[in-house]
């Protein structure tokens, strides 16, 4: 019994043999995946072909409610920066690099598809935001959270009046039924933990609901000529530049992790504001304010799934009448809109 060695052609012919089977393991793996993400592919273009077919109002709604997800995990972020940071170097930062996520889609892009139609109006939205942000901060290290909450769900109300006296938004009975159910559910949350004991600091607070009110209405006024990239876009800009005097007054040099988180919260303050110029330039803004007490929602289950806060009885009392006001009111608008449609066709 002896071993025989293999020949050269013999292996030759072995090593092309596994060569071959090596190849055609490899075209088959290759074209597994790119049926995968074929599959894939067309799962997502369905998913966007159904979603236009909604009507505007949904698609705001929408737009609206992926928006208040994102400020509320931004806001979580932004919160614990601010403790560690001066508040108004803690928001030049944030929009500095929410300016800096964006300068890769613009150079990918050209400069021109950025210029505004009016660069005057992105500089007074611009200037409006800055001026609500610093009375935000100013009061916020002075009240409690709980009243920070019920404070900022005025802002609904005061857009409601604005869409309604300045751009002449039709306000059907359902919105501001939705919106004062919506805040009612809001108040049972956080009324018992209310303290009443902030002072002219609740003041300035309230202050800044009618002044965001009234940012977000010239971004409803700037969605009919611009594209809601080039108002993120500039809203950037224009907040970094009217920041930075501030920020210099108490300025201290972030350690490399606030820099990451800056860079997280830029990333995710510029997707949000996206996602509300999109919203707004395809519905009314009246229209879109329930979706917006969905965030005490969103802030709860975040609370819960983070921090393993469980969420009280009230707390689950108010979300419930807030998701019920929210899905009421898209309801009722499908329904709006699905007549008016039959009314045009008949």
């Known amino acids: 019994m002896y071993f025989k060695a293999p020949t050269p052609a013999g292996r030759a012919r072995t090593v ?20 995968r993400g074929t599959a894939f592919a067309r799962r997502i273009a369905w998913a966007g072909h159904r979603f236009h077919r909604l009507n505007p109002t949904l698609r705001g709604l929408l737009w609206s409610g992926l ?59 611009g200037a409006v935001h800055t001026f609500g942000l610093c009375l935000w901060f100013l009061a916020l290290p002075h009240i409690p959270m709980a009243e920070v909450t019920a404070i900022g769900f005025t802002g609904p109300i005061f857009i409601m009046l604005g869409a309604w006296l300045v751009l002449r938004e ?32 609740t003041l300035l607070m309230l202050a800044s609901a009618p002044v965001f ?19 993120v876009a500039w809203q950037s800009i224009s907040v970094t530049l ?6 210099l007054v108490n300025w201290r040099w972030p350690a490399p992790g606030q820099w990451m988180l800056f860079a997280v919260c830029g990333f995710l303050g510029s997707l949000g504001h996206y996602c509300l110029a999109r ?8 229209a879109t304010q329930s979706v917006k007490f969905l965030e ?32 009421w ?16 066709l008949s």
């Not at 508040?87 to 892009?109: D, E, N, W």
């Not at 009217?242 to 920020?247: K, V």
């Open 242 to 247: 009217l920041s930075f005097p501030l920020a």
């Open 213 to 231: 009110a009234a940012s977000f209405l010239i971004t409803k006024g700037l969605t009919r000529y611009e594209k809601p990239g080039v108002i």
């Open 170 to 201: 039709p306000m059907r009975w359902e919105r501001w039924l939705a919106s004062l159910i919506g805040f009612s559910g809001v108040l049972i949350v956080v009324a018992p933990r209310l303290s009443g004991g902030g002072g002219v600091y």
């Open 67 to 125: 928006a208040g997800v994102i400020f509320v995990v931004l806001n979580t972020l932004m919160r614990q920066l601010s403790l560690q940071l001066p508040p108004f170097q803690t928001q030049f930062l944030r929009y500095l690099m929410g300016l800096l996520v964006l300068v890769p889609l613009a150079l990918r892009s050209g400069l021109a598809a950025w210029r505004p139609t009016h660069v005057g109006g992105q500089f007074v939205r």
């Open 279 to 286: 919203s707004y330039s395809i519905a009314d803004i009246s």
């Open 16 to 35: 092309a043999a596994a060569s071959g089977a090596a190849a055609v393991a490899t075209y088959s793996r290759r074209m597994e995946t790119r049926q």
């Open 329 to 344: 009111v898209a309801r009722r608008e499908a329904q709006v809109a699905r007549r008016a449609a039959g009314t045009a």
């Open 296 to 327: 005490l929602v969103w802030a709860a289950l975040l609370g819960w799934a983070v921090f393993g806060d469980l969420p009280s009885q009230w707390a689950l009392l108010g979300g419930a009448v807030i998701s019920a006001s929210t899905l």
